[in-house]
């Protein structure tokens, strides 16, 4: 008969939804879902974007670069996946403990009719809407125009070898889901459960996932962060709506995709420029 840890079949039957509110927070009690666990992961995101960008600054200053961690910034699409990997080490440790699997994070992926697909379209057209808006007040309110220099080959025409232009490209196909699975698959739902209402969990996963963009790259301006938090406040509270009413990933996934394909773009400075 065994004293062994019950399967996921066991802990969720067939049918069940392990990652609902109510099946979270059936966990609260047994000490599977805690506090600790869904803030490390909160915000963990955030701590493994800077020690990347250290890393990377770290190889420029042991080249006896003058400016490490501004030589970094620019890298940011090829380290990125060095914090996947750190967030995607905290969700596998913090699911398992929770006796669920990575995918039940994500949720059903549904094709029939396309249904996802066109799902999908309508949150990036949601999530351009919200992100160019956001956008365009927060460079007016804090930069005070409407056309910005900004950050030239630091944070826009960031220049590359040609490698690693071609790895940015392609860099969002592990950081989207793994931001989504974050963020929304992993923080929100727990911090629903763990402080009973959407609203207030909804606006702390806001704060730090719009924040988690000031840090990348990391430029040492207080002007810089509080611009790019509100750059991206309205977009990421678009999307955590979103999620709060599909209660799935694939189709934001889908969305998120897309977006960090543009951003991905039209931040190089590719050979031909």
């Avoid at 979270?24 to 805690?34: A, E, K, N, S």
């Avoid at 949150?123 to 125009?145: K, P, S």
Wanted: some cysteine.
């Amino acid at each position: 008969m065994g004293n062994g840890p019950a399967s996921v079949e066991t802990l969720h039957p067939v049918g069940s939804v392990p990652n609902s509110p109510a099946a979270i927070g059936g966990r609260i009690p047994l000490g599977q879902v805690t506090w600790p666990a869904t803030l490390a992961v909160l915000v963990g995101r955030s701590v493994f974007i800077l020690a990347a960008q250290g890393v990377v600054a770290a190889v420029f200053a042991l080249r006896g670069h003058p400016t490490p961690w501004n030589a970094a910034a620019p890298w940011w699409t090829v380290y990125a996946n060095l914090v996947d990997i750190g967030c995607l080490v905290l969700l596998v440790m913090y699911t398992r403990r929770e006796g669920i699997r990575l995918r039940d994070l994500v949720g059903r992926l549904r094709l029939r009719w396309g249904r996802d697909l066109f799902l999908g379209l309508a949150c990036f057209a949601c999530g351009i809407a919200f992100f160019g808006w956001g956008g365009a007040q927060a460079t007016r309110l804090v930069l005070g125009t409407t056309n910005p220099d900004v950050y030239p080959g630091l944070l826009m025409a960031r220049v590359l070898p040609g490698w690693a232009i071609v790895y940015s490209l392609f860099f969002w196909v592990v950081w989207s889901p793994t931001e989504e699975m974050t963020y929304q698959g992993f923080a929100l739902p727990r911090l629903e459960a763990l402080c009973g209402r959407t609203w207030l969990a909804v606006s702390i996963v806001a704060f730090w996932w719009a924040l988690q963009h000031s840090f990348i790259p990391f430029i040492v301006d207080w002007q810089y962060v509080i611009w790019r938090f509100c750059f991206f406040l309205p977009g990421v509270l678009a999307f955590l709506l979103l999620y709060v009413r599909l209660r799935r990933l694939p189709p934001l996934i889908l969305a998120h995709w897309g977006m960090d394909i543009i951003g991905a773009v039209l931040t190089l400075k590719f050979p031909s420029q």
